[in-house]
């Protein structure tokens, strides 16, 4: 069974920076892409960035230069590095993940079968 832990979401304020954690059991994602979506309350599921088997990574505007995501093969766990944080970065994060084998990952919904539990950041003073 496919489980992917989303930790490390916290109360920070803005410029803060907060480090999520992806941890998978079950399947091993190091060669496929992963990505981070989130959800603020009242909006659609947007996404964030994500990795490819390559590792080569994809950001979205509002998060380039700011954001950085990385893979640690050994541990199987996928990591978001948020600096400068601001108050619309608030939301829940999730991770996702499935047999996707690309060089050119996408932040769409429909790439991925699993998805975590999400994990809340907020950003506010």
């Known amino acids: 069974q496919v489980q992917l832990v989303e930790s490390g979401g916290d109360l920070v304020q803005p410029g803060g920076s907060l480090r999520l954690s992806c941890a998978a059991s079950?399947?091993?994602?190091?060669?496929?892409?992963v990505a981070w979506f989130r959800q603020a309350p009242g909006k659609e599921r947007e996404g964030v960035t994500c990795?490819?088997?390559?590792?080569?990574?994809y950001y979205v505007p509002s998060v380039k230069g700011r954001f950085r995501i990385s893979r640690d093969k050994v541990k199987n766990t996928v990591y978001l590095q948020m600096n400068n944080l601001k108050p619309d970065d608030t939301a829940v994060y999730y991770c996702?993940?499935?047999?996707?084998?690309?060089?050119?990952?996408?932040?769409?919904?429909?790439?991925?079968?699993?998805w975590g539990q999400g994990t809340q950041v907020t950003v506010s003073s």
């Open positions: 996702a993940t499935g047999e996707v084998v690309t060089t050119r990952c996408l932040v769409a919904t429909y790439e991925y079968d699993h």
């Open positions: 079950g399947f091993t994602f190091s060669s496929y892409a």
């Open positions: 990795i490819s088997s390559d590792d080569s990574p």
